[in-house]
């Protein structure tokens, strides 16, 4: 993601000016208009902890992690702060459609399930966008994580009835996508204040 997100940035005419691995520190941040954050999950919240105290806004899209304390940090210092599961138009387009279904699927007798396939490098199972995707259809969903090959991440949603199948799904075909949507995102951010959403970015 740090390649996919530097080669876009620089597309679109920023100039990345730190890049942090392990063990990087608050005082070798430059002064900089953002920051993306695509960690792991055991030190995306000191990272962005060390941003915000930084005065530097934040894009995060670590998952793994519950994102609430630095949400409540943003909203208290006023430094903007955006996390989100999934930054592809295409994933948040499709959180809408899911969220429309999930309301209109409550007055019949479907169960609901979901199916995720991503990369075996990915640290977390099950995904981020499963658990946002589950969270709003409400209750106790089936969650299915599958880890193979370099699958940039495929997401279902399935409704069962003694009756029918009604499925939805989404497939990235490369890193492209999210990478685009966090830079969209840095730059959705410059001028704002404390703690915002993808949803908000896009106009959703």
Not at 20 to 48: C, H, K, M, Y
Not at 94 to 106: G, P
Not at 177 to 191: D, K, P, Q, S, T
Request: net charge negative; charged share 20%; aromatic share 6%.
């Amino acid at each position: 993601m740090g390649r996919a997100i530097e080669t876009v940035a620089q597309e679109r005419g920023h100039e990345i000016v730190f890049c942090g691995d392990v063990g990087w520190s608050v005082a070798q941040l430059p002064e900089a208009d953002a920051a993306i954050e695509f960690t792991t999950p055991q030190t995306a919240e000191a990272n962005v902890s060390l941003l915000l105290d930084k005065r530097i806004p934040v894009v995060s899209g670590t998952t793994g992690w519950d994102a609430e304390t630095m949400r409540r940090k943003s909203r208290e210092t006023g430094v903007p702060f955006l996390w989100s599961s999934n930054f592809s138009l295409g994933v948040n387009l499709f959180f809408a459609l899911n969220e429309r279904l999930a309301a209109m699927m409550r007055k019949y007798d479907y169960r609901s399930s979901i199916k995720e396939i991503h990369h075996i490098h990915k640290l977390d199972a099950p995904s981020g966008t499963a658990k946002t995707l589950a969270a709003a259809i409400g209750g106790e969903v089936q969650i299915e994580s599958v880890r193979e090959g370099e699958v940039a991440g495929i997401h279902t949603v399935r409704w069962d009835s003694s009756a029918d199948t009604i499925t939805i799904s989404h497939e990235a075909k490369s890193r492209q996508g999210f990478a685009i949507g966090a830079v969209l995102a840095a730059e959705w951010l410059h001028g704002r204040q404390g703690p915002h959403t993808m949803a908000e970015v896009l106009g959703l």
